[in-house]
């Protein structure tokens, strides 16, 4: 959902089992969109992007789908761990290069 | 651990001090990047710098004055700020024109600027 003011959104996942954080994105020009974590007192750090002519890309425990129809992005992270406890932030890279951030989700995982 | 150093980590500042943010990074990037961050927000693109040279300004007022002095050297001059732009700057590089992972930046851990 949008956060508004000083609230992030949070999900809060069972260790273990999959995340799927979610995103909307207004740019249809985009031709990259990103996913990157930030975990307190650190940079942002890059984990998967997806060019805007594909539907889904894998990673590491991680997929990123994207729906260009409804402008939805998505990110799935299997089997989480105590260690994916940060805040996402879904972004993307348009036609002048430059790479704008979305509103970010936090995730908290539960032992 | 990051390949970018940004330096100070910390910084207080009256609103008549002049002073400098610095980042430094060793990987080969050719395209760095200011960006500012407040309490619970993304980051908001500040400036790009692509060979050296400005590429992007996001209409940031004056009184931050980026600078680019070599390849592996981002500085953020700091003039004359307000209490409002009390953050977390964040520098970053990325390669230019790469095709694949084309969304890759490399953040540093920020300078948090704290303006009384």
């Known amino acids: 959902g949008e956060s508004v003011g000083l609230h992030l959104p949070t999900l809060s996942v069972q260790e273990g089992d999959n995340s799927i954080i979610n995103c909307a994105y207004s740019n249809s020009a985009s031709d990259y969109f990103i996913w990157y974590k930030q975990e307190s007192g650190k940079g942002p750090q890059f984990i998967i992007d997806i060019r805007s002519n594909m539907d889904k890309r894998q990673g590491q425990r991680v997929t990123v789908l994207l729906n260009k129809t409804v402008k939805h992005l998505s990110l799935q992270i299997a089997a989480t761990q105590p260690g994916d406890s940060a805040v996402y932030f879904c972004?993307?890279?348009?036609?002048?290069?430059?790479?704008?951030f979305g509103k970010g989700t936090r995730l908290h995982i539960l032992p | 651990d990051t390949e970018v150093t940004q330096t100070p980590k910390h910084l207080v500042m009256g609103m008549t001090n002049k002073k400098s943010l610095k980042c430094e990074q060793h990987m080969g990037h050719r395209a760095m990047y200011w960006y500012k961050q407040k309490a619970k927000k993304p980051p908001e693109l500040m400036f790009v710098y692509s060979y050296e040279k400005l590429s992007i300004n996001e209409s940031v007022p004056s009184r931050f004055s980026p600078e680019c002095p070599n390849s592996s050297l981002l500085n953020l001059h700091l003039h004359a700020l307000q209490p409002e732009d009390s953050a977390l700057y964040l520098c970053?590089?990325?390669?230019?024109?790469?095709?694949?992972?084309?969304?890759?930046?490399?953040f540093g851990e920020g300078s948090r600027l704290t303006v009384l």
């Open positions: 972004a993307e890279k348009n036609r002048d290069d430059k790479i704008i």
């Open positions: 970053a590089s990325s390669h230019l024109f790469r095709r694949q992972s084309a969304g890759e930046l490399f």
